[in-house]
T-cell receptor, first 113, second 110 residues
Framework: GGIITQTPKFLIGQEGQKLTLKCQQNFNHDTMYWYRQDSGKGLRLIYYSITENDLQKGDLSEGYDASREKKSSFSLTVTSAQKNEMAVFLCASSTQGNYAEQFFGPGTRLTVL | QQNVQQSPESLIVPEGARTSLNCTFS?????YFWWYRQHSGKAPKALM?????GEKEEGRFTIHLNKASLHFSLHIRDSQPSDSALYLC??????????FGSGTRLLVSP
C-alpha cells in the first residue's frame, strides 16, 4: 500500500496572495492530479502530470500554476487568491491514467479572507 | 470533450431500501467505468469499476453498464446509514485526463 500526504491541511490567505499547496505520494505512481471541490460538489480537474516534469492543463487551470519536479511530488500554486474563495483541493495519483483507480489525499481546505 | 452527468443530484431513502444512481457520458470511446464514494469530510475512495457491458456485483453493490446508450448505474441493495455519502462516477477513455460527474448525494435514514 501507499499514502498521499497533502500540506497544509488548512490554508488561510488574503485576497491577491500567492498560495502554494503541496502533495507527496509513495505509491511510485507516474500520474498525479489536482482537483478542486466546492462544498458538496463534484471534482473539477485543475492540472495533471503524466510523469515527472510533465504538466497538462485541466478544465479549471486558469488562476493556477503547477509543478512536478519529482515523481513523488506535485505542487499547486494559486496565483492570486480570490476573496470569498473557499474550496477543498484534492491531490490524487494513479498508475496509468483514467483506466486505473485514483488514490486521493485528505485534501487542503482553502479560505480566502 | 467528455461530458459526464449524474442523476439524481440528491436522494433520501429509508434503511433497507434499494437505491439507484445514474451516470451518463458523452464520449463513446469510454472503455472503463468507475464509481467513487466520498463520506463527509473524507477523501473520495474507489468503490467499484466495470469494463465490459452488462452487470457486475460486489456484495450489496451492482454496476450496470450499457455502452451503446452511454449510461452506467450503481445499485445498492439493502441500503445502510453507512452508505450515506457523495457518489461520483468517472468514465475512462484510456487517456490521462479524468472527468468526474457532479455527484449524487445519498442519505440513508435509519
Amino acid at each position: 500500500g501507499g499514502i498521499i500526504t497533502q500540506t497544509p491541511k488548512f490554508l488561510i490567505g488574503q485576497e491577491g496572495q500567492k498560495l502554494t499547496l503541496k502533495c507527496q505520494q509513495n505509491f511510485n505512481h507516474d500520474t498525479m492530479y489536482w482537483y478542486r471541490q466546492d462544498s458538496g460538489k463534484g471534482l473539477r480537474l485543475i492540472y495533471y502530470s503524466i510523469t515527472e516534469n510533465d504538466l497538462q492543463k485541466g478544465d479549471l487551470s486558469e488562476g493556477y500554476d503547477a509543478s512536478r519536479e519529482k515523481k513523488s511530488s506535485f505542487s499547486l500554486t494559486v496565483t492570486s487568491a480570490q476573496k470569498n474563495e473557499m474550496a477543498v483541493f484534492l491531490c490524487a495519483s494513479s498508475t496509468q491514467g483514467n483506466y486505473a483507480e485514483q488514490f486521493f489525499g485528505p485534501g487542503t481546505r482553502l479560505t480566502v479572507l | 470533450q467528455q461530458n459526464v452527468q449524474q442523476s439524481p443530484e440528491s436522494l433520501i431513502v429509508p434503511e433497507g431500501a434499494r437505491t439507484s444512481l445514474n451516470c451518463t457520458f458523452s464520449d463513446s470511446a469510454s472503455q472503463y467505468f468507475w464509481w467513487y464514494r466520498q463520506h463527509s469530510g473524507k477523501a473520495p475512495k474507489a468503490l467499484m469499476s466495470i469494463f465490459s457491458n452488462g452487470e457486475k456485483e460486489e456484495g450489496r453493490f451492482t454496476i450496470h453498464l450499457n455502452k451503446a446508450s452511454l449510461h452506467f448505474s450503481l445499485h445498492i441493495r439493502d441500503s445502510q446509514p453507512s452508505d450515506s455519502a457523495l457518489y461520483l462516477c468517472a468514465p475512462g477513455t484510456g487517456g490521462y485526463k479524468v472527468v468526474f460527474g457532479s455527484g449524487t448525494r445519498l442519505l440513508v435514514s435509519p
